[in-house]
């Protein structure tokens, strides 16, 4: 009986360890997850004239990261890139709608143009008909903040334009 209990107490205490371990590393894959994903995406259209739309690309950035403007120089930059469509034009480049930051950043030997907290990008976009269309691309962008950056990363977008 002496034996069975220790048994017993012996395999619940290695179930527990399990368990404790598996926690553990869900709650760091979570963490993890968090910090490698700083910039939340969202996208819409506005209709401004016939057939011309203001697609938004925003980015919203969480924490104490920053994410790089279009045109920083030297150091990081972020790129919207639109899939070719017969059934749209494109007007000139998006803008960037928000606070942008210069400062000098030792890393990259250059000043760098960044936002925090929110930016929002804007490509005025013309349907050549009454249909309904799609504008796709991706954003490619580069975080940081005062300690590391992140790896460059793509995120696909899709908005619809068009139609009635």
């Given at each position: 009986?002496?034996y069975?209990?220790?048994?017993?107490?012996m395999?619940n205490?290695?179930?527990?360890?399990?368990?404790?371990?598996?926690?553990?590393?869900?709650?760091?894959?979570?963490?993890?997850?968090?910090?490698?994903?700083?910039?939340l995406?969202?996208?819409?259209?506005?209709?401004?004239?016939?057939?011309?739309?203001?697609?938004?690309?925003?980015?919203?950035?969480?924490?104490n990261?920053?994410?790089?403007?279009?045109g920083t120089?030297?150091?990081?930059?972020?790129?919207?890139?639109?899939?070719?469509n017969?059934?749209?034009t494109f007007?000139?480049?998006a803008?960037?709608?928000?606070?942008?930051?210069?400062?000098?950043d030792?890393?990259?030997?250059?000043v760098?143009?960044?936002?925090e907290?929110?930016?929002?990008?804007?490509?005025?976009?013309?349907?050549?008909?009454?249909?309904?269309?799609?504008?796709?691309?991706?954003?490619?962008?580069?975080?940081?903040?005062?300690?590391?950056?992140?790896?460059?990363?793509?995120?696909?977008?899709?908005i619809?334009?068009g139609?009635?």
């Amino acid at each position: 009986q002496f034996y069975n209990n220790v048994n017993l107490y012996m395999k619940n205490l290695y179930m527990k360890k399990i368990l404790m371990a598996v926690f553990l590393v869900s709650v760091a894959g979570f963490a993890n997850a968090q910090i490698n994903n700083p910039v939340l995406w969202s996208y819409s259209a506005k209709k401004v004239a016939d057939k011309t739309y203001e697609v938004h690309i925003t980015a919203t950035i969480t924490g104490n990261w920053h994410l790089y403007a279009q045109g920083t120089g030297d150091g990081p930059v972020t790129e919207i890139k639109f899939t070719p469509n017969p059934l749209l034009t494109f007007d000139g480049k998006a803008r960037e709608v928000g606070k942008v930051e210069k400062s000098f950043d030792k890393n990259f030997n250059a000043v760098v143009k960044y936002y925090e907290k929110t930016v929002d990008f804007v490509q005025k976009v013309k349907v050549r008909s009454a249909a309904a269309t799609v504008v796709k691309g991706s954003v490619n962008y580069v975080v940081c903040n005062d300690k590391q950056c992140l790896p460059p990363k793509d995120v696909p977008f899709s908005i619809n334009v068009g139609g009635k």
